[in-house]
């Protein structure tokens, strides 16, 4: 354990050098405000207070946000040692992969943890600050807090098997990118297609709700939606998430890190230094 | 005394090549030996294969008791890459204390150990300002963590001044002085012969000699090279003593002879009294000892 709190602690040390650190922060703090600003519009029309309002358009940024900013600080975890030379004099320590890799995911969380709860706290204080009502939505915003930890684990985890997929940081930027392209927004497009294309049927009723747990992303939007009661404020693929049960949702969430972070170590040990 | 480090018949291959060819060695504790060979000779290959970063195709390896690579192994073995690197965005301090606290030692020594290479002035700067030289003294002071039984070092004076050189090899004596097996590999030979126990020469991937300085030079039994200089007026005289003799720019006379034949000489030289200035005998060298061994075959 006190290996994998010293790799972290230097891994936060380096993101914060390379200001990484208020870039994530940064970044999240003004989506997330200019989300806020723009979301008093429809507050009236559902019928719930303005927090909850606040959190359905946080929720469709996220997905896009977290899984970028994730995969960003962790392309890098294993080719940049790779390539800056690094690595063989590290694997000849007494540490094991997978806590250089534990120790590495948990210092990039810890910064993606920050960077959300600083986003979205300041989008809360925004809502409650123009209408105090909003503080019954808190849950909401803990729930949302919480689970774009767990989406960016999962993407943290997949950058890092990429990392150590590709060797190089070019190829491993290539392909960190190609995977939040296909997962976040073509995964989505084609669903959508997909609906239009089917006109209600056996696609929309049966396969959708699958298609939809089967990626961290859409699960993520869909427990959060569905849990906020926010459907109706939220268009799109996020439409559907009414016809998931809560429970499912969730469930996919949390199995999403540890696969990932597994493939990660996987991928990790075929590396030779 | 058991051996800290053991290969016997270590074979590697990579593809159709190879790397390596039935190599056996051992290295006793406190004592340290340079691995010679050309580029390519398999010197790399066999320190990453006694580090356990790549696996090998035949024979036994033996690390501190325990298999190379293993926990055990690693915890006891101290290793200094060819063209050491660190991430350069962290202090020298902050990157020893990193390596303090995987080693399960007390970061606090981090600056103790900065202070032995002398890089204490430089401890607070980021790696990515160092020189060459710096980097490679950052790269010796985590090899002094925890007091290794075996240490590897890959070239670990290149990019290192004469005095700084001879500041590591005093550093290498105190470590091997307190037990610590030392293997390492360099290009520069006079300061190899001056500072290790015994001196192995991989060649194609074998081992094709292994031995103190003065067996190797007893082996290769190379001849010895004599300068004779004639006294002023002699110079005639001296070269129709010695027909075999090639004559140098300035008058003096080079000749060469087998060990056995040395002391013979030398009377035959002395026998002709004022007729001769001065005499240098010159002893083969590291190099001439390396070239004779690591000649392959056909050359």
């Known amino acids: ?273 | 005394m058991t051996a800290t480090l053991t290969l016997s018949r270590l074979t590697k291959r990579f593809g159709d090549m190879e790397a390596l060819k039935a190599v056996s060695l051992s290295l006793e504790p406190g004592k340290r030996a340079a691995l010679l060979g050309h580029n390519g000779a398999g010197k790399s290959t066999l320190m990453k294969i006694v580090l356990g970063l790549i696996p090998f195709d035949g024979g036994e390896v033996s690390v501190c008791g325990a298999a190379p690579g293993s926990p055990s192994a690693r915890a006891q073995v101290a290793y200094l890459p060819e063209n050491v690197a660190f991430h350069p965005a962290l202090t020298g301090e902050e990157q020893l204390r990193h390596y303090l606290a995987l080693r399960g030692e007390s970061p606090r020594q981090a600056m103790e150990l900065l202070g032995r290479v002398g890089l204490a002035h430089a401890a607070q700067r980021r790696i990515g300002t160092y020189s060459k030289g710096m980097r490679q003294r950052v790269g010796l002071a985590q090899t002094l963590i925890g007091r290794p039984r075996l240490l590897v070092l890959d070239e670990p004076t290149s990019g290192l001044d004469p005095v700084s050189r001879r500041d590591f090899y005093d550093l290498l004596d105190g470590l091997a002085a307190e037990g610590t097996a030392i293997l390492l590999s360099s290009h520069v030979l006079t300061e190899v012969e001056a500072r290790t126990d015994s001196i192995l020469i991989l060649s194609g991937g074998q081992l094709v000699a292994e031995g103190t300085l003065a067996a190797l030079r007893a082996r290769a039994a190379l001849p010895v090279a004599f300068s004779v200089f004639p006294a002023p007026g002699h110079e005639a005289s001296l070269a129709a003593a010695f027909p075999e003799a090639a004559t140098g720019a300035d008058g003096h006379l080079r000749l060469s002879c087998p060990q056995a034949e040395k002391l013979p000489l030398i009377a035959r030289i002395a026998a002709l009294g004022d007729h001769v200035a001065d005499l240098d005998v010159i002893p083969p060298s590291l190099e001439d000892i390396y070239s004779h061994f690591s000649r392959r075959d056909g050359q």
């Open chain 1, 1 to 273: 354990m006190s290996r994998i709190l010293a790799t972290a602690i230097s891994e936060f040390r380096i993101a914060f050098r390379n200001r990484w650190v208020s870039i994530a922060t940064g970044m999240m703090v003004l989506f997330a405000l200019v989300l806020a600003a723009a979301g008093s519009a429809p507050t009236g029309d559902v019928g719930v207070d303005r927090l909850s309002v606040t959190v359905a358009s946080l929720t469709s940024l996220a997905v896009y946000l977290v899984p970028l900013l994730a995969l960003l600080m962790s392309f890098d975890a294993v080719a940049g040692e790779v390539e800056r030379g690094t690595l063989p004099l590290l694997l000849t320590y007494p540490v094991s992969r997978l806590q250089i890799l534990l120790g590495k995911l948990l210092a990039h969380l810890a910064i993606l943890a920050l960077a959300v709860t600083l986003g979205y706290g300041a989008a809360a204080l925004v809502a409650v600050w123009s209408d105090p009502a909003a503080v019954q939505g808190l849950g909401s915003l803990w729930r949302l807090i919480w689970t774009s930890v767990l989406l960016g684990a999962t993407f943290l985890g997949a950058g890092c098997a990429l990392s150590a997929l590709a060797r190089r940081p070019s190829g491993a930027a290539g392909l960190a990118m190609a995977l939040w392209l296909v997962a976040v927004v073509l995964y989505d497009r084609a669903l959508l297609a997909l609906i239009v294309t089917d006109g209600g049927g056996a696609f929309t009723t049966r396969a959708l709700p699958v298609a939809l747990l089967a990626n961290p992303a859409d699960a993520f939007r869909v427990f959060n939606l569905s849990a906020a009661e926010a459907v109706a404020a939220a268009g799109g693929i996020g439409g559907a998430a009414g016809a998931i049960p809560l429970w499912q949702s969730a469930a996919s969430l949390f199995p999403w890190p540890l696969a990932a972070i597994g493939l990660a170590v996987a991928a990790f040990r075929k590396v030779t230094p």
